[in-house]
């Protein structure tokens, strides 16, 4: 029997057992193996999950390709295992600023116009300009102008002490876009300013809309918004500030509930300390992330390095003295998952779903509030929660550095 016609039966078999790279290939063979490839891609087959980590490259954004290490090919150091080329339409002059079930969302310098994109598919969906979010007392900013015309840099009315020049607007201003889908019907979440902030907006939309502000719960004015997690069972944003207050609210931004108070103690001093907010077997998580800056011998450049990790869970309605508070309360044991942080939007595996990752232990991927292209970052790596040792998986004094590492897990959905 010819290759070309095995049953389609079989076809949708063989095909729902394979790798995702795989099932790509598994798609040009033929016709009928491609049918087999709509058919599956159709119904949002599930692939072995595949944890893929963005590579640097020789041109940063001038680049028509990504590169991605496979967390599953076992290596003893970084290699690229998938390479996705003749994609200038979506990545050139852009970077990652979010990832999320195979999207990325990626934005550019000049218009400041996000994109969720699937580098599998080439799908993309664009969300509106980041110029757009409306003003407040913290947001004014407001462009000075060079002499040949152009825009040298911005600056905050408010406070004109506060200023970025244009080049690095974009890495300094804006930290993270979360997603609840990669759908017309997704709502997109942007952490920007100074004050990291949250605004909202939907596909479609003309502009962003302003978020849940802290007050009227703020009672620090340096607290500020570090990561945003989107619940798919409440269909709820639960969204984790500087001092561990945490709060919930819906696709609008509205219905605002706290979760927990804020808390300061000697870790949230330090402004490198990261915190991120997940829910692992209905318990919610805070991971917490110190980052130091190190000073290279190499063209006066810097680097990021994370030295500490700490997991901790939420405990409400703690009793004591006849009162009831909620506490974080630090744990060493995650079972046999593993979480993964960084710019991406944390998600967890299972070691027996995914044998090829180590049990128990926090991935991490670059993330500094001011990443640019001379800061060297190549600060990805996991943290056993065991043992307590990191395993750091590049060597930060190599010249490629951008665009910085981000979590992926590729998907055809």
């Not at 990832?99 to 990325?104: E, F, I, M, Q, R």
């Not at 116009?113 to 799908?123: D, G, S």
């Not at 980041?130 to 152009?150: C, N, Q, V, W």
């Not at 390095?305 to 009831?324: F, G, Y």
Request: proline share 6%.
């Amino acid at each position: 029997m010819a290759w070309s016609n095995l049953p389609v039966d079989l076809l949708y078999c063989i095909s729902s057992q394979l790798p995702v790279v795989d099932f790509l290939r598994f798609s040009v063979v033929c016709t009928s193996w491609n049918s087999a490839f709509a058919n599956n891609a159709r119904i949002r087959i599930h692939f072995h999950p595949s944890p893929w980590l963005l590579l640097p490259n020789n041109t940063g954004e001038a680049s028509d390709t990504l590169t991605f290490w496979d967390l599953t090919i076992k290596e003893e150091v970084i290699v690229c295992h998938h390479h996705f080329s003749s994609l200038s339409g979506h990545i050139f002059g852009r970077r990652c600023i979010g990832s999320k079930d195979g999207w990325l969302v990626t934005l550019d310098k000049k218009d400041l116009q996000p994109c969720i994109f699937n580098p599998l598919t080439k799908a993309e969906i664009s969300l509106p300009s980041l110029f757009t979010i409306p003003e407040d007392k913290y947001h004014r900013m407001k462009p000075e102008y060079a002499s040949d015309g152009s825009i040298e840099l911005f600056y905050n009315e408010i406070c004109p002490a506060f200023c970025t020049y244009a080049k690095d607007f974009r890495d300094v201003y804006f930290q993270k876009i979360v997603i609840s889908s990669n759908d017309l019907l997704g709502t997109a979440i942007v952490i920007y300013g100074y004050n990291k902030l949250l605004a909202l907006t939907r596909p479609g939309d003309q502009a962003w809309v302003l978020g849940p502000h802290l007050p009227p719960y703020h009672t620090n004015k340096h607290d500020e918004f570090e990561d945003v997690y989107y619940h798919e069972e409440e269909q709820k944003f639960y969204a984790i500030t500087h001092f561990s207050r945490v709060l919930a609210f819906d696709h609008n931004g509205q219905n605002v509930e706290m979760i927990c108070p804020p808390i300061q103690d000697h870790y949230t001093i330090n402004s490198n300390c990261k915190k991120y907010i997940f829910f692992l077997m209905g318990t919610l998580l805070k991971i917490e992330r110190d980052i130091i800056i190190i000073a290279l011998p190499i063209n006066e450049r810097y680097a990021g390095k994370t030295i500490r990790i700490s997991v901790l869970k939420l405990e409400q309605d703690v009793v004591a003295s006849s009162s009831s508070f909620s506490q974080w309360t630090s744990i060493k044991d995650l079972g046999d998952f593993s979480l993964f942080v960084g710019c991406n939007q944390t998600f967890s595996l299972h070691h027996t779903t995914v044998p090829e990752i180590r049990p128990n232990c926090i991935y991490f991927s670059d993330h500094l509030d001011e990443l640019s292209p001379n800061v060297v970052n190549h600060d990805a790596g996991f943290f056993d929660l065991h043992n307590g040792c990191f395993h750091y998986f590049s060597d930060s004094e190599s010249q490629l550095n951008w665009p910085p590492s981000i979590w992926f897990m590729p998907s055809l959905s």
